[in-house]
C-alpha cells in the first residue's frame, strides 16, 4: 500500500505528455504487479469495485438505454425514407456499439468515478474505473443490440437469424480487434490519468487513431 502511495502521489504538472506518459505507466505497472495486492487491498479493491458499480451501473444503464432508443429510431427512419432499410441495422451497430458507447462509457467513469490522487484510496480507484470501463462498454452493447433489434423486428423472435449474421457481418475480426484494442486502451486511461481536459484529450486521441487504423 504504502509503495503504491508513493509511486502514484504524482502532481498535475504541465509541460507536455511526458509527465502524463510517466504516470500513467507508473500507476499500470504497480497496479499490475501481484506483490501489489495485499489481504488488505484486495478487500478494499472489491469493495470499491462493489460501490462503484452499484453507484454508475443503474444510472449508466438508463443513459445508454435513452441514447440508444434515439440514435437507433433517427438511423431506422432516416433509411426507410430513403429505400435503404437493409443497411439501417448494420449502421446502428456500427455507430452505437463500435464507436459511440464506448467513448460514452470511458467519459462518463472518469467524470462519475471520483478523483485519483495519492491517498490510500488510490489503489482501488484504480483497479475499479478500469473495471467499470470494460463492464460499461459490454452492457451498453447489449443494450443496443436489444433495442436495434426490437426496432427493426419488434417484440419477436423470427428475425434472429438474419439479426445474428448482420452483427457477425459486423463484427469482423478487423472490428472485432479495433474495438477490444480501443476498450482496453479507454480503460486504462481513465484508471491511471487524472486531469479532466487532459483525459479528455487522450480519449480522443485513441478513438482517432483506432478509426484511423480500421479504414487504413
Request: aromatic content about 8%.
Amino acid at each position: 500500500m504504502n509503495a503504491f502511495r508513493q509511486q502514484t502521489s504524482l502532481d498535475e504538472r504541465p509541460g507536455g505528455w511526458l509527465p502524463t506518459l510517466h504516470e500513467a505507466t507508473v500507476r499500470m505497472a504497480v497496479a499490475l504487479s501481484p506483490s501489489t495486492y495485499t489481504p488488505a487491498l484486495r478487500h478494499a479493491v472489491a469493495a470499491r469495485i462493489c460501490r462503484m458499480t452499484a453507484q454508475l451501473v443503474p444510472r449508466f444503464v438508463l443513459l445508454a438505454g435513452l441514447l440508444s432508443v434515439v440514435i437507433v429510431h433517427i438511423v431506422v427512419v432516416t433509411a426507410q425514407s430513403y429505400g435503404l432499410s437493409q443497411f439501417a441495422l448494420s449502421t446502428v451497430i456500427r455507430v452505437l456499439v463500435v464507436e459511440l458507447l464506448p467513448l460514452t462509457a470511458a467519459l462518463y467513469v472518469a467524470l462519475r468515478g471520483g478523483p485519483l490522487d495519492g491517498s490510500d484510496t488510490a489503489p482501488p480507484a484504480v483497479i475499479a474505473r478500469s473495471f467499470l470501463v470494460v463492464l460499461l462498454v459490454a452492457v451498453s452493447g447489449l443494450i443496443a443490440l436489444t433495442v436495434a433489434y426490437i426496432a427493426v423486428y419488434g417484440l419477436t423472435p423470427w428475425g434472429l437469424g438474419v439479426f445474428t449474421r448482420t452483427v457477425g457481418h459486423v463484427f469482423d475480426p478487423i472490428v472485432l480487434s479495433a474495438l477490444g484494442l480501443k476498450t482496453a486502451l479507454f480503460a486504462a486511461s481513465v484508471a491511471t490519468l487524472s486531469g479532466t481536459v487532459r483525459l479528455f484529450g487522450v480519449l480522443i486521441a485513441i478513438e482517432t487513431l483506432v478509426l484511423a487504423a480500421e479504414f487504413i
